[in-house]
């Protein structure tokens, strides 16, 4: 008979059995009876394909189907099949395309070192116990949509030679990705991991997408290699975070964090736009690391160490003064003289630390959607300068937050605040004072002496008087 539901043939043995039904039995290899089964298995060689399709596997049976194809299986197909007892794989090679869909595991499923030479898909899979995927080989596409394994997960040493989409995955117990190698995409989308997940010197070739995850217990990714981006957008880790990228995009926006993270970037560039971190948080980089983001950060203790923020910006972060910036670098003023549309109109910029949304401010980088006003940046200079290691840093920073004020004041204030920038840059740059009294002393010894040189061509010239007449005495 044939099930709507299911799409294939069923066994005719009761209309509750949705095996798929071999012939000329008419039944699933699970009603076949011993003769029947030994001839099935007789028609079996390396490489047969075996439909096992809404079949309850017993160990028994699973036993002959491998022993007759000698654990060398073709197009093998096992969707809505029901597993009782333990399943053991390991070593088996799949010549064909496998699937694995809606399938249920009642106990062990162990796939220990199994070859996959076209593609797999476990989707929607159930695994009610331990789950090993440990050193498997995967030349096709991989796909565990899905996917519920109600304890341990082992992917140890895996290797997916393609894609390896694990979307919506649910893992209760221990999930374990450790030196696993993913050649194309993987993407990990939605997936909860009930308990401590590791992704320990895994390697990702292409994309690593864990957009929306759930890391109840913490999760300590550390991948030696990651090809395009790291996305871990809108993600929720609780117990803490661990995340080390090389060379790569890490996309952290709407990251929640409750306990502490650490991020460490080798040459890679990350964006924390949104995040949340409840706990102490530390962003460590090395090489051209870089920080391209902190927008509308709401952190409890973030540092930030050794890393570009030359193009961060900083609009909308919720506790400044939370920050610590430790060795980090930031944009400068341009160089030279500028011509503006402003006054004054012509401006030599003395070289300075600024904030990226002071230039996007100021136009002087690309097009910004929602530049930031001065106001907050002056609130925004003020705040983070408490947390700059760097002393001189610490002082541009004092002066952007004058300057914005000087630029945002009315015109009384604007004009004593205008007053002390140009004479002694608000207090902060001393050669400049120093400039102006030189200049003063200088225009004032020049008054003198041209005051005193000019009152000495006016003075009147005075003949000189005579010689005394000289008086011969006559003897």
């Given at each position: 008979m044939t099930t709507l539901d299911v799409g294939w043939t069923t066994c005719a043995t009761s209309p509750q059995c949705a095996g798929s039904a071999w012939r000329p039995y008419g039944r699933c290899l699970a009603h076949l009876d011993?003769?029947?089964?030994?001839?099935?298995?007789?028609?079996?060689?390396?490489g047969s394909a075996v439909d096992l399709r809404g079949t309850t596997v017993g160990e028994h049976l699973l036993e002959r189907i491998l022993a007759a194809t000698h654990r060398r299986l073709g197009r093998a197909r096992f969707d809505r099949a029901v597993f009782p007892g333990e399943v053991r794989f390991g070593g088996v090679v799949f010549d064909g395309d496998v699937s694995f869909d809606r399938a249920r595991f009642r106990r062990l499923a162990s796939f220990l070192?199994?070859?996959?030479?076209?593609?797999?898909?476990?989707?929607?899979?159930?695994?009610s116990r331990e789950l090993s995927l440990h050193g498997v080989s995967v030349a096709g596409h991989a796909a565990f949509d899905r996917v519920c394994a109600g304890r341990d997960a082992l992917f140890g040493s895996a290797r997916f030679e393609r894609t390896a989409s694990f979307e919506n995955a649910e893992f209760q117990g221990f999930a374990t990705f450790d030196g696993t190698l993913f050649s194309g995409d993987a993407t990990f989308r939605g997936c909860r991991f009930g308990r401590a997940s590791s992704f320990r010197r895994a390697e990702f070739d292409g994309l690593a997408g864990f957009e929306a995850a759930r890391f109840w217990a913490g999760?300590?990714?550390?991948?030696?290699?990651?090809?395009?981006?790291?996305?871990?957008a809108g993600a929720w880790a609780g117990n803490g975070f661990d995340v080390r990228a090389r060379g790569c995009a890490?996309?952290?926006r709407r990251l929640t964090v409750i306990g502490p993270l650490a991020v460490r970037l080798d040459g890679a560039?990350?964006?924390?736009?949104?995040?949340?971190?409840?706990?102490?948080?530390?962003?460590?980089?090395?090489?051209?690391?870089?920080?391209?983001?902190?927008?509308g950060v709401d952190s409890e203790a973030l540092t930030l160490s050794r890393v570009d923020l030359s193009t961060c910006g900083f609009t909308g972060v919720l506790h400044p003064e939370r920050l610590r910036l430790a060795g980090c670098t930031f944009a400068t003023t341009p160089r030279g003289v500028r011509f503006e549309l402003r006054w004054p109109p012509l401006r030599w910029w003395t070289p300075r630390r600024t904030l990226a949304d002071e230039h996007a401010w100021r136009g002087w980088s690309g097009p910004e959607t929602d530049p930031p006003t001065a106001h907050r940046l002056a609130v925004l200079y003020?705040?983070?300068?408490?947390?700059?290691?760097?002393?001189?840093?610490?002082?541009?920073?004092?002066?952007?937050?004058?300057?914005?004020?000087?630029?945002?004041?009315r015109t009384a204030g604007r004009w004593l605040l205008s007053l002390s920038w140009i004479l002694c840059g608000y207090g902060l740059r001393m050669g400049r004072a120093l400039g102006w009294s030189v200049l003063a002393a200088a225009v004032m010894a020049a008054t003198l002496l041209m005051s005193s040189t000019s009152h000495a061509a006016r003075r009147p010239a005075v003949s000189p008087e005579p010689p005394p007449p000289v008086h011969l005495s006559h003897h």
């Open positions: 011993e003769a029947e089964l030994d001839e099935v298995a007789g028609g079996l060689s390396p070192d199994a070859r996959f030479a076209g593609n797999v898909s476990f989707r929607e899979v159930r695994f999760c300590s990714m550390a991948p030696a290699r990651v090809g395009r981006r790291l996305g871990l890490v996309d952290l560039d990350a964006d924390l736009e949104g995040a949340t971190l409840r706990g102490s948080a530390t962003v460590d980089g090395r090489g051209s690391a870089r920080v391209t983001s902190l927008r003020s705040r983070l300068g408490t947390g700059v290691d760097d002393r001189t840093t610490a002082a541009d920073f004092a002066f952007g937050a004058m300057e914005m004020r000087r630029l945002t004041s």
